[in-house]
């Protein structure tokens, strides 16, 4: 069965500071990883994803996340935090291309001035 | 493009009562996802749509069921609702990026 753990509910960051958001996933063959941001009271906004190639994925808003096989983790990292950061962000695994998703938990990132 | 629309935006039933919430995928994705977002239970996986058959069901009891059209849109109906369907109901449909697009949502109160 899949299943992903992001071990941080909040995370509290200075603006200008880099941020880490982490995230470590369980799955049988390769996995398909995906970071989302939701603001409140709103849906998902896709940010990256991680299917296949370079381990080093960019995505929207100058986030990025690094597939580590080893460590089966897909942290989301930021080189500088804005305030309008500030959301809850979702990592989520499929074991299948265009499969079910599952979800962490979410992780609170808070983005102080 | 326009973006996976779900509706209504916002639904209040009674207890016992039947919930519709519907979704439109974007223009020439097949596949549709429902996901249900519970207060304390994060994101849990519904239903999963493609090409008008149900690909996969998640841990739900019956009286959640759903449809998909011809035309790729979806519905999911609750039937029987309890307390504890009250949630943000978001769907999703994938593209040939197998990128995921989530709706806006549907939020369900139950009285």
């Known amino acids: 069965a899949q299943s992903v753990a992001q071990p941080e509910d909040q995370v509290n960051v200075a603006e200008g500071n880099p941020l880490t958001v982490k995230c470590t996933y369980s799955v049988s063959g390769n996995p398909y990883l995906f970071w989302y941001v939701q603001y409140p009271n709103r849906g998902l906004q896709f940010l990256l994803k991680?299917?296949?190639?370079?381990?080093l994925v960019k995505g929207s808003y100058g986030f990025e996340a690094e597939f580590n096989k080893s460590q089966t983790s897909f942290h989301l990292k930021k080189p500088s935090a804005l305030v309008s950061d500030s959301a809850l962000y979702f990592c989520?695994?499929?074991?299948?291309?265009?499969?079910?998703?599952?979800f962490g938990q979410g992780t609170e990132l808070s983005v102080k001035p | 493009e326009a973006g996976v629309t779900q509706s209504p935006t916002h639904l209040i039933k009674t207890r016992g009562q039947q919930a519709t919430l519907r979704c439109s995928p974007i223009s020439g994705h097949t596949s549709v996802y429902w996901y249900q977002q519970a207060l304390g239970l994060g994101l849990q996986f519904l239903l999963w749509?493609?090409?008008?058959?149900?690909?996969n069901r998640g841990n739900f009891p019956p009286r959640f069921s759903g449809r998909q059209f011809p035309n790729y849109s979806s519905e999911l109906n609750v039937n029987a609702l309890e307390l504890e369907d009250s949630a943000l109901y978001l769907c999703a449909s994938l593209g040939e990026d197998y990128g995921y697009t989530f709706g806006s949502g549907t939020r369900l109160t139950v009285v």
């Open positions: 749509y493609d090409e008008g058959e149900e690909r």
């Open positions: 991680y299917i296949t190639g370079d381990n």
């Open positions: 989520a695994v499929s074991a299948i291309q265009g499969g079910k998703l599952i």
